[in-house]
Each structure stands twice: as structure tokens, then as C-alpha cells.
């Protein structure tokens, strides 16, 4: 909101040497939060001058200039820069006769863009000063021809300064407004809270003009669709000027409050709403009464209706819009815009105003259903005050009698059935429990009356009837909160809370972070990918899994929730290596998102204070899908850069198990890994992650399936893992004991075993492990070797052990007894023999 500084002292008193940054501090110290200052950005010489005489001189360029002789001040005084009182000056333009008075600006003067006025040779003159335009003192963006002061109805003395003529030393200090205090959108609301921070006697301006009711109007209120109960509109107030001169000219005070308010001038009747608006904060509207057909009817849309609105476009209805209509069908979309059959034009004689109150939640619907926000529905939407409509008719009718020449008539209609406010009730004590400072019971009653409040004080607390402009106030938390802004926020000490006793962290918490510490310290790192992603990107790596679609997606081709996070690494993957990152060991942690079946949540959440009832909570409930846990990582490119005498080693599937096994570890398990081939992932590269002594199932890691990965231009070669963190949590021991460190030197031999094709790797070193007994304390798989001296559809899988006794240094004989136990029992399940 910006706040010219003559119009705020109409209502409130100010220090002679106010500025607009003086302004802003006061009102910070209530809430207001400061954005900055305005002005014309014009300072002087700038003075009233009068054309004695012109020459019209034709130029080569096909231009013709004006060669002007302009007195700028009285007859044989000097001028404001000190000069002569008649100077030459050169102008384009030809909007002007000779005896025209206009706006000079002299020599020294400055105009908005650092724009400096000095004596310059134009066209073979010596042009001293120059006449303005309204777009070069930035009044408007008229620049088609200078200013004739005559046509602002102006006869001023020549020589007069011309900045305080026409307000351009006027000043504008601009807030940020926040979304529970709409009445700060109007000089009214924001010279009240000057007066809240100063306090200066605040004049509110609704008693600028007497209130008179018309009738005889025809008007009916009929809303067949109310929102949640309340009617669009409970307040609705029509008045009739006759005989108005549209022509007439704005006065120059209105043009220079409302430019330096951010509104343009537009015409006469138009700028009079907008600046009773800015005034009281009630929007107003104004019809071409002689293009109204019949009376007036409040409703809501009807299937396939549009309206024509004032900025010309044509708009479908919707049956939540709220119109104003007449005879002839809709001429009004309510508390937006209005429409263009009814348009106050250069012919309008006779006006219909309008001021109303609408139901917020409509009006805001409407706004943005249509994309068409306005400085109307901006207030609308915040909250205007229901009692104020009347004053904004009457403060219309009364500047287009002054100003327009027009006459009040008895013809107009009015509606009311505004809803009374319930008393919020507020303990006494209530507001020292709930900030830490203790208030007086007269304090608290003189800040509750302060701000509008009615307060009536009973035993133990108080009775407060909010003001009509501040539907904010709704709970007694409300009312402490405005306690506590008028009196000060430097009254509230600083504490710091005592954090209450606990038992730290959960199980599930604990073992969160250690599997994400442990993937960041060996190399990975984590990313956090969007969760939403397209039906495809769902069916990379499951057939038929159902998915929670978005009602309302951010984009369309992204309308699922995931239900795995492999989607998300891989796109991530895909824009690294677009910029030439190409060496990835990336992971998140997340959920997903598992319905049991597609379920579709209906109807619509209520909205302001109303609470949601239980069986709307349940319908919702029902529609909340299971959320497990996920771990994803994600590999490309080296996993050792090539260096002198390093060779470059690229990832493989042995990184995404590996990469398993720390977060299994983390937790206190050891992975078992066999083959596996899921969806999405390489047939013959690809192992099933289990744990426990179940050999519960907890993901897949291993390579990409290569057709997926060329399809996100990724290379062939791409590891990948997802775990379910839920069933490893599961299966995680409740105390992790630590490993058994060994004193006494080790024994160490290799065992190469012929096994048929088909036996898994894992399935023989869990056999090694359970036959060489307790002595062995590692067994690792060197080597898989299918070829020369292996018989046909077998291989060779070579094994490091490592032995080693807690009491004493093992023999090599009593390794190899331990080995040869283990080679024994390969044999007897698996058929096992020694390789020769």
C-alpha cells in the first residue's frame, strides 16, 4: 500500500518535517512491514508560464517545431531561476494556442530519469527551459502534447510554482500489507495505525460525506449457491447522480494522491471510485444508469453464460461466479470487474453507484479463476468492512456533485442482513500467561478500545465485540496478539525455552542416520529428487503397481507419486551428464507411495475457521496411501579416475552391492546375495538383497538394464540399488555387538572349488563358512574362472579364507583341517570338487 503524505495528514496529525522513510519506522513498530518511497522525481524551477507568441518553422526532416516566445513570470520581475521574465523556448508540439497557460520547466530543473533542464541550442535557438508534458512530469503517460492548464479546469498566476500546483512535491511512503489485515488497503486503515504508533489523534474519514438511503431501485438478492452456508453478499447499497459532466477534468490533487498510490488516471468518475477506495477501503463501482435495463439482480452464473468485461475480453461464467445483472443477462463480475454493456463513457449523463460487501472466499475464487486480479478483488478477498458501504456511496455521490457537477438523487435501493458478531471471551489473565509480560486492566481495555474494540469487563476477563473492519480478530489469542503490537514488541523478553526431557532419538531415527552417515562417509552423495514423476517413469521398474495420481499436478506429464525412487536418481543421472559431470555415486532416502488399490478422494475441504467434520477426515484417511521408506543409489561413469600408472576402473554392479552391504551393515546385518532378475535391471547382473536367518528379501542391486539406460542418454554401464527400509529395519538386530577383534597372528590359504554353472557363488562360501567351523573368520571370492582344464558347464570359483583361534597361533595343519571339513561338505550338497 502506498500512503501519499498529504493524504495521510487529512486524517492524522504529522511533524512538520515528516518524511516517507519517518512514516515507514512508525508504522514498523506495529506490524507494517517497510517496502520504500515514491515520489515524481521532478524538482524545480517549475513554474506556471502563459505563450505570447509561436512561429511555426517547418524542418528538413519533415518535423515542424514551434518557436516560442513564454512569460514566466510577472511583467519586469524575475523569473524563479533568476532570469528573464519572457523566454524563447523550442517545442514539438501543436496542442497549444498563444494566451495558453502551461507548465515550464526552467533551466536547473530535474525531471524523472536525472533528466536536466538547461539552455541548449536546438533547431538554430538558443530554447531556454521547456514546456512539459504530463508523461515527462510522469503525472500520466499522455505525451500527446504539453499540459494547458485551462483543461484542468486551473487559471493560475503566471510565475506560480507549478510543483505545489499540481502535487508533484507530494510524497508517497509505500508498506507491505499482510494477508490478515485487509484494512490497511485504505488511507482510513493506515491513518489508524499511525495512530496506534504515535498517537496522534486519528479523523476517520467515513464522516467525510452525510449518508442518505435511496429507494425505489429495483434489487433482488438471489444467491442459489451459497459458499459453505453464507450468501455473496450480505450488504448491498445503490445510489443515482444525474446530470454528471464526465467531461470536467480530474482535479489535479487527485490525480497526483492517486499516481502516488500506483493507480493511473483514467476519467473523471472512474478516478472518483478509486479514490474513495484508496480512501475507505470499499470498493465501489459505476454504472451508465441509461444503459441499465431494469433493476438489478445479485446471482450466481448459469451454465454457459459470459460476460464482456471492461478490459474487453470475452469470459466464461462459471456457477460459483457471482454477477451483477440485469434485464439483459450478466453486466458484472461481483467484486472483480465490472462489465463493458454498462461502461460509464464520454456520453454517460447519469451514474448508478454501487458498493457492496462479498462473501471473501467468492471473490477470490473468481479472481483467480479468471486470472483476473484487480485492486477490487485484492480487497475483497482480505476482508472489507461490512458497515462501510454506505459511507463509500455517499463519499461517491458527494465528489461527483462537487466535481462533476452532477445531483444527487433519491432513486437507489439498499440490502442488509449482515450476521451479528459474537463476543470472544479473554481472561484476564489470558495475555500475561501467553506472551510473559504483565498488562494492566487498564491497559488491556485501553488497547482493545484503541483498536475498535467494544470491551466489556466481567469477572475474570473481558467481553470483546471486534470492529467491523477486522474480521481478523476471531479467537482471544487474536486479541493478546494486538495487545502485544500496540504496547510494544520491545515489552517481550527474551527467553530462551527449556527444552523439555526426552529419550532422544527413536530406534527408527538412529538407524535413519547411520545408514545415511555411513553411505556420505565412504564417497556416495545424497540428492532429494521431486516425488512426482509420470506414469511411464512409474512402470520402468514394476508391472502394474497401482499409483496415487495428482488432481492437480505442477506439471502434466508428471501426474503420479513414485512408487520407486530409481525414476528420480535417473533423471538426475541424465542432467549431471548433459553438463558434463559424468562420474556419479549418488543416493537418496525417501518414501514412496503404495495404494492398495486406486482410490479417488471426493468432495472439497472446508475453508477460513471451519474445521473439517469426521467423516470428511475419514473419506481423507481412506485416500492416504502406505508410505514405506526407500533407499535408492545410483552409479556412472569411474569409480577410479585413470592417473599415471593408475588405470580408470569403471562402475559395475559390484558398487551397487557393495554400496548394500555398508547400509546393511550399518544397521548390524550382513547381506546374502543371489541372482536375480527384476524388471528394469540387467538379466545376468543383477542380485536379490537378502537378510536374517529367513533370508528375508530387502531390494535388487546391480546393473541398469542397457535399453533403459539408452533411453535416458545414459551410458550402457550403470549400477543402481533400491532397498526397503522398512523390512530392514525389521531384521535389524535391537543392539549391534562388535566384532570380535583377534590378538594372535592368522593363517591364510586359497580354495578353488569346480562347481556346476547354475550353483550360485553365495550359496558355496555360506556352505565354506558353516563347514570350516569357527576357526574361519573371512572367506572372500577371488576369482570365477570358466574355460581351459574346467570341464564343460562348470566353473572355478577360487575362495581367500582366513583363519584364526582367540587362545592361540593357528598351525597350518590345523587351517587346512578346517579348509578340508569345508571342502567336504561342499561336496556332499553341491557336488564340489578341488580343481587340480
Not at 492398495?596 to 472446508?606: D, N, R
Not at 557393495?658 to 546374502?672: D, F
Not at 527400509?725 to 597372528?745: D, K, M, N, S
Request: net charge negative; glycine share 10%.
Amino acid at each position: 500500500m502506498r500512503v501519499p503524505l498529504s493524504w495521510l495528514a487529512d486524517y492524522v496529525d504529522l511533524p512538520g518535517d515528516v518524511t516517507p522513510e519517518s512514516v515507514m519506522a512508525e508504522l514498523v513498530k506495529v506490524g507494517l512491514e517497510e517496502e520504500g518511497s515514491h515520489g515524481f522525481g521532478v524538482t524545480g524551477p517549475v513554474v506556471v508560464g502563459q505563450v505570447l507568441e509561436f512561429i511555426p518553422e517547418p524542418q528538413s526532416n519533415g518535423k515542424t517545431i514551434r518557436w516560442c516566445q513564454v512569460r514566466v513570470a510577472a511583467e519586469g520581475q524575475k523569473a524563479a531561476d533568476g532570469g528573464d521574465d519572457v523566454r524563447g523556448i523550442v517545442c514539438g508540439a501543436s496542442n497549444f494556442e498563444v494566451g495558453d497557460k502551461v507548465v515550464v520547466c526552467l533551466p536547473g530543473a530535474v525531471l524523472p530519469g536525472d533528466f536536466h533542464i538547461a539552455a541548449r541550442s536546438t533547431y538554430g535557438h538558443i530554447s531556454d527551459g521547456m514546456m512539459a508534458s504530463a508523461r515527462e512530469l510522469n503525472l500520466s503517460e499522455d505525451h500527446a502534447g504539453i499540459i494547458r492548464l485551462h483543461e484542468l479546469g486551473l487559471d493560475p498566476k503566471v510565475g506560480t510554482d507549478a510543483l505545489e500546483l499540481l502535487h508533484l512535491d507530494d510524497e508517497a511512503a509505500e508498506v507491505n500489507v499482510t494477508p490478515d489485515r485487509g484494512y490497511c488497503f485504505s488511507m482510513r486503515g493506515i491513518a489508524r495505525e499511525y495512530s496506534h504508533a504515535t498517537g496522534a489523534d486519528f479523523r476517520d474519514p467515513k464522516s467525510n460525506a452525510h449518508i442518505e438511503a435511496g429507494h425505489g431501485f429495483a434489487l433482488t438478492i438471489n444467491d442459489e449457491a451459497p459458499i459453505r452456508g453464507r450468501r455473496g453478499t450480505d450488504r448491498f447499497v445503490l445510489r443515482v447522480v444525474k446530470g454528471v459532466d464526465v467531461s470536467r477534468p480530474t482535479p489535479a490533487w487527485m490525480v497526483s494522491r492517486l499516481k502516488l498510490a500506483g493507480m493511473r488516471s483514467v476519467s473523471l468518475v472512474v478516478d472518483i471510485t478509486n479514490y474513495v477506495m484508496l480512501e475507505l477501503g470499499q470498493p465501489t463501482h459505476a454504472y451508465d444508469l441509461d444503459k441499465v435495463k431494469g433493476g438489478l439482480t445479485v446471482r450466481r452464473a448459469k451454465a454457459g453464460e459470459t460476460l464482456k468485461t471492461l478490459d474487453g475480453q470475452v469470459r466464461k461464467l462459471d456457477p460459483e461466479d457471482l454477477l451483477i445483472t440485469d434485464e439483459s443477462g450478466p453486466i458484472g463480475l461481483a467484486g472483480v470487474m465490472g462489465g463493458e454493456d454498462t461502461e460509464v463513457t464520454s456520453t454517460t449523463q447519469n451514474v448508478l453507484v454501487e458498493a457492496a460487501h462479498f462473501e471473501p472466499i467468492t471473490i477470490a475464487r473468481s479472481a483467480r479463476r479468471h486470472r483476473l486480479p484487480s485492486e477490487a478483488s485484492k480487497r475483497y478477498e482480505r476482508g472489507v468492512d461490512p458497515m462501510m458501504a454506505d459511507n463509500a456511496a455517499a463519499r461517491v455521490v458527494q465528489l461527483l456533485e462537487v466535481h462533476a457537477g452532477g445531483a444527487a438523487d433519491s432513486l437507489g435501493a439498499e440490502f442488509k442482513d449482515l450476521q451479528q458478531v459474537q463476543p470472544i471471551w479473554l481472561p484476564a489473565d489470558f495475555a500475561a500467561d501467553l506472551v510473559g509480560v504483565i498488562y494492566a486492566s487498564e491497559e488491556i481495555e485501553k488497547v482493545l478500545l484503541e483498536v475498535g474494540c467494544v470491551v466489556a469487563a466481567v469477572d475474570g476477563g473481558y467481553e470483546v465485540i471486534p470492529p467491523s473492519w477486522r474480521p481478523d480478530l476471531t479467537h482471544k489469542t487474536d486479541l493478546v496478539e494486538e495487545i502485544a503490537r500496540i504496547t510494544g514488541y520491545d515489552r517481550i523478553p527474551s527467553r530462551l525455552p527449556v527444552a523439555p526431557p526426552g529419550r532422544g532419538l527413536t530406534t527408527k531415527q538412529k538407524r535413519r542416520r547411520a545408514i545415511l552417515g555411513a553411505l556420505a562417509g565412504s564417497g556416495h552423495v545424497e540428492v532429494l529428487t521431486y516425488p512426482f514423476i509420470s506414469e511411464a517413469q512409474n512402470q520402468l521398474f514394476s508391472e502394474g503397481q497401482p499409483a496415487v495420481k495428482l488432481a492437480n499436478a505442477l506439471q502434466a506429464e508428471f501426474g503420479e507419486m513414485r512408487t520407486t525412487i530409481l525414476p528420480g536418481l535417473i533423471e538426475a543421472a541424465r542432467r549431471n551428464f548433459s553438463r558434463g559431470l559424468t562420474d556419479l555415486a549418488i543416493f537418496e532416502e525417501g518414501s514412496v507411495f503404495l495404494p492398495a488399490k486406486t482410490i479417488v478422494a471426493t468432495g472439497k475441504l472446508p475453508v477460513g475457521n471451519q474445521l473439517p467434520s469426521a467423516a470428511e477426515l475419514a473419506t481423507l484417511n481412506a485416500t492416504i496411501p502406505a508410505q514405506p521408506g526407500r533407499l535408492a543409489a545410483l552409479f556412472t561413469g569411474d569409480r577410479v579416475n585413470q592417473g599415471v600408472g593408475i588405470q580408470s576402473q569403471s562402475v559395475s554392479y559390484q558398487d551397487a552391492i557393495q554400496a548394500a552391504r555398508i547400509a546393511a551393515h550399518a544397521v548390524g546385518l550382513e547381506l546374502t546375495v543371489r541372482q536375480a532378475s527384476p524388471k528394469g535391471y540387467h538379466p545376468g547382473r543383477t542380485a536379490e538383497l537378502l537378510v536374517g536367518a529367513d533370508m528375508v528379501s530387502v531390494g535388487f542391486a546391480g546393473e541398469l538394464d542397457p535399453n533403459l539406460t539408452a533411453a535416458n542418454d545414459l551410458p550402457r554401464r550403470v549400477a543402481a540399488l533400491e532397498i526397503n527400509l522398512e523390512a530392514l529395519y525389521a531384521a535389524a538386530p535391537e543392539v549391534i555387538q562388535a566384532g570380535f577383534i583377534g590378538t594372535y597372528p592368522a593363517a591364510t590359504q586359497d580354495l578353488s572349488l569346480v562347481v556346476a554353472n547354475e550353483i550360485p557363488a553365495g550359496d558355496i562360501r555360506a556352505v565354506i563358512l558353516e563347514g570350516a567351523g569357527e576357526l574361519l573368520e573371512q572367506v572372500t571370492l577371488v576369482d570365477d574362472y570358466r574355460g581351459d582344464n574346467v570341464a564343460a558347464g562348470h566353473k572355478s570359483l577360487t575362495f581367500a579364507l582366513r583363519f584364526r583361534a582367540a587362545d592361540r597361533t593357528l598351525t597350518q595343519v590345523e587351517a587346512s583341517e578346517s579348509r578340508d571339513k569345508a571342502v567336504a561338505l561342499a561336496n556332499a550338497k553341491y557336488g564340489a570338487t578341488l580343481r587340480a
